[in-house]
């Protein structure tokens, strides 16, 4: 039982000295985080990438955009307009983007700019429909709060929590 011998020592009921028995190894990366904005937008939010873009372009980045509320579509080069609704995330080569603009009165969202570290199967293109869960944008908000508060010991801790949140998204992307 689990290197106990004494049945007293264990309760039926729990899930404690259980085994988890994997049907093979699980592997976990990392990201190297390059940008992460909290926007509220209006309906004049209107961004011509790469131009408007703070930073040089990095070709082997990814674009994350997670609605949080209102909506938003981004425009690709191939013509492509994807419309992103309320509790949405889409990731999206940088290299594609022409611009992405709020639709209506309000969108608000976040944008994480990321290199992978090691392999991550990303649906790039695929809008993933989120749950309705607030603990995503609290998480994201913490991640934020964290790279605000000028101790740079904190930014490997904002870094995990983000990827822990990339992770998240990727669990209800449906697969064909």
């Known amino acids: 039982m689990n290197g106990f011998t004494d049945k007293k020592h264990v309760k039926n009921e729990t899930q404690h000295n259980i085994p988890v028995v994997l049907d093979g190894n699980v592997m976990s990366s ?3 985080l390059i940008a992460l904005w ?3 937008a209006d309906a004049s939010y209107d961004v011509k990438w790469p131009r408007d873009k703070h930073l040089p372009l990095n070709p082997h980045s990814t674009i994350a955009l ?4 209102g909506s938003g579509v981004v425009s690709l080069s191939n013509g ?9 995330v889409i990731f999206i080569n940088p290299l594609l983007i022409e611009g992405y603009r709020c639709v209506g ?4 969202l976040f944008l994480l700019e990321f290199v992978p570290n090691g ?5 790039y293109n695929q809008l993933i429909n989120l749950p309705d869960d607030v603990d995503v944008s609290q998480q994201l908000e913490r991640a934020s709060r964290l790279f605000s508060s000028q101790n740079a010991g904190q930014e490997p801790l904002a870094v995990s929590i983000i990827t822990t949140v990339l992770y998240e998204w990727l669990s209800q992307v449906k697969r064909v």
């Open 80 to 88: 492509e307009v994807i419309a992103l609704p309320e509790a949405s």
């Open 30 to 32: 990392g990201i190297r």
């Open 105 to 108: 009165e309000i969108w608000d």
């Open 66 to 69: 997670y609605t949080r509320y």
């Open 38 to 40: 909290d926007t509220k």
């Open 119 to 123: 392999f991550w199967d990303l649906p």
